[in-house]
């Protein structure tokens, strides 16, 4: 048993066990845990499930309806993953929880990310919240969010990522997003790519699911103006993938409750989600920050920035081990850009040994060097890569505005 969130957290933390969604299951059972609960929207995607759940939200929350989501990676805090109406969970709730559940996490062999699910479901199930919004965290048919019984699955849209876990070729990474469809359900897609459409097509026809698609919307200028149905909206200080995202939002808010559009608007246009295209202050200066991953989030960057017209542009890079960084670095260089490689303080982080030096890209031993050495040059910075590598240079850059 733990006296202190602190101490709680960082066992959770250090929890790799691996084990099956039907292991999870009994261990929900066990607990009595209902993986039915109220209004339950599963989201999956290879890019744009956090933001979706945060626009989602938004709109939800302006309609007077209660929220409860999930998302992961968290940025701040672990307990920034489990929320209500965008308010964490607290650290006297999150504590009860991992104390109360200590035994069965022994006993069971539950990883972090079981924990996280497992807590969540059990605190939601305390509150009288109108909707449940929960991202999965990789994959879709073996995620432990899985065992959840939504009204509504979601998929942003499928690109190569996570090839290690999920598999090598695009064609299993389908397979596995698109195992959240259940039978007689509602499906909602903002997947473009007529191949993969057409199989999603097939399994929802298999599953006597519903489908539905979200038609891609072309914008070319900033600010990103676009419409869906009669509502006009303007997203600035974003990236402009996020039109597709609230665009999939509302779609999905829309087979739940009537729109109106005086509080739809400032919903989606004052949403924010940190680490996505944020602009932070740098010693009297300003720089964005920016998730993009993989291939497709840094292909969804460029356009951005291609859009946004912005010049010298600065791109410092991290990410894990287990991403392919060629093509992203490719990519970023074709560009013009100055890319400077960094690494951060975790066990999962890139090696630098191992790559090899190009034109354009400066190889540096740590992101406080890379921000010295590009605010020197008086370049347009862009901080980009892993999630966990921007939580760690959000957190330095906010630390720094303090100063």
Known sequence: MFENVQDAIAYIESRRNKRSIDEFRETLNKCRIPMK????????????????????????????????????????????????????ISDEDLLYYINKYYDVIEEDGLSMFEIDVLIMLAYFETLDLDYRIIETGIGGLH????????????????????QKQLGESIYDIINEKMGIIKPHQMFITSETKGTILARLQEQCDAQGAMMYVVPEYQVSRYPFHFRYRDMA?????????????????LTIASKLIHLDSTLTTPAI????????????????????????????????????????????????????????????????????????????NDERAIDLSNVESRPGLIIVDSFMEALKAAYVKKTHIVITGSLHFISRVRKYLIEEAKK
């Open 269 to 344: 246009e004052n949403a924010s989600w940190k680490g996505r295209y944020e602009t932070l202050p740098y010693h009297e200066r300003s720089v964005e920050i920016d998730g993009a991953h993989n291939v497709p989030g840094i292909k969804a960057l460029i356009q951005t920035l291609r859009v946004k017209n912005e010049k010298d542009i600065s791109i410092i890079f991290s990410c894990l081990t287990d991403k392919d960084i060629t093509p992203m670095l490719d990519m970023m260089l074709k560009e013009g850009y100055t890319v400077y490689l960094t690494t951060f």
């Open 143 to 162: 995620d432990k969010t899985n065992v959840i019984d939504p009204i509504i699955s979601v998929i942003t849209n499928i690109g190569m990522d996570h």
């Open 233 to 249: 909206f303007t997203l600035e200080n974003q990236g402009i993938y996020q039109v597709t995202n609230a665009r999939l939002a």
């Open 37 to 88: 609960q109220k209004n339950m929207i599963h989201i999956a995607g290879t890019n744009g499930k956090g933001s979706t759940v945060n626009y989602l939200r938004s709109i939800l929350n302006a309609h007077g309806y209660k929220v409860g989501t999930f998302t992961s990676p968290y940025l701040i805090c672990h307990n920034d993953r489990i929320r209500v109406d965008d308010v964490p």
